[in-house]
C-alpha cells in the first residue's frame, strides 16, 4: 500500500474511533455558554494556535459566541513570554480578561499539557485559572489527552491509529469536530456562504 493510501486508510480510522457522546456533550457545553452570555476562549499552541484563529472566526461568525484567542495577539503573547515566561502567557492573559463562570475554554493540543513532560505547562495553568474561577473546560487533543482530557468536563481525543502520526491527525480533527460543533444544530445560527448561493 502507497504512503498516501495507508495515510488516508488510518484517517478513516480515526473518524470510527470519535465519540459522538463527547462530541454532543461538548457542543450542549457551548450552546449552554452562549445561552448564560458567557464566552469562548480558545487556546492553541503551534499548529492548534492556528487552528484556534480559524475556529474563532466561526464561533463567532456562525455561532454567535462571544469567541478569542490570546495568540491572535502576537504583540501581548510575546512581551508576557518575554517579560513572564510561556508558561503563564494563558492564565495571565485569561485574567486579565476576567475569565469567570459564565465562560468556558476550549483546548486544541496534540498532548493537552503535561507538567512532568514540560509539554504546553501554559495550557496546565490556564486549565488550573479556569477551575479555579468555575469556568467550563472542553478540548479536542491527541494521545491520551493530557491534563485536558484528565479535568475537562467534555474532551474529544483523536484516537491514536499510527504513533508516527499523532500530531497530523489531532491537527487535522481539532478543524474537522470544531466545523462539527459550528455545523451542529443546537449552534449554528448564520448560514455559511456557499450553501446560501443558488
Not at 476550549?106 to 479556569?130: C, I, T
Request: charged share 15%; aromatic share 8%.
Amino acid at each position: 500500500m502507497s504512503f498516501t493510501a495507508s495515510y488516508l486508510a488510518e484517517t478513516i480510522k480515526v473518524v470510527q474511533g470519535l465519540d459522538a457522546q463527547t462530541i454532543d456533550r461538548c457542543v450542549e457545553i457551548l450552546a449552554d455558554t452562549r445561552t448564560n452570555g458567557g464566552r469562548l476562549f480558545i487556546l492553541g499552541v503551534g499548529g492548534s494556535a492556528a487552528n484556534a484563529s480559524h475556529a474563532v472566526n466561526d464561533f463567532r461568525k456562525i455561532c454567535g459566541i462571544e469567541t478569542y484567542a490570546p495568540t491572535d495577539n502576537v504583540s501581548e503573547l510575546t512581551a508576557r513570554t518575554n517579560d513572564e515566561g510561556w508558561a503563564g502567557v494563558f492564565d495571565s492573559w485569561l485574567k486579565v480578561s476576567r475569565l469567570c463562570a459564565k465562560d468556558t475554554l476550549l483546548v486544541f493540543s496534540v498532548g493537552g499539557g503535561n507538567l512532568e513532560q514540560n509539554v504546553s505547562p501554559n495550557l496546565v495553568a490556564a486549565v488550573n485559572h479556569a477551575k479555579s474561577v468555575g469556568a467550563r473546560i472542553t478540548g479536542i487533543v491527541g494521545r491520551d489527552g493530557g491534563y485536558t482530557a484528565q479535568v475537562a468536563d467534555a474532551c474529544v481525543v483523536v484516537p491514536v491509529v499510527n504513533p508516527t502520526h499523532v500530531t497530523p491527525h489531532s491537527e487535522a480533527f481539532q478543524a474537522v469536530v470544531w466545523h462539527l460543533f459550528v455545523s451542529h444544530p443546537l449552534l449554528k445560527q448564520a448560514q455559511t456562504k456557499w450553501e446560501s448561493v443558488k
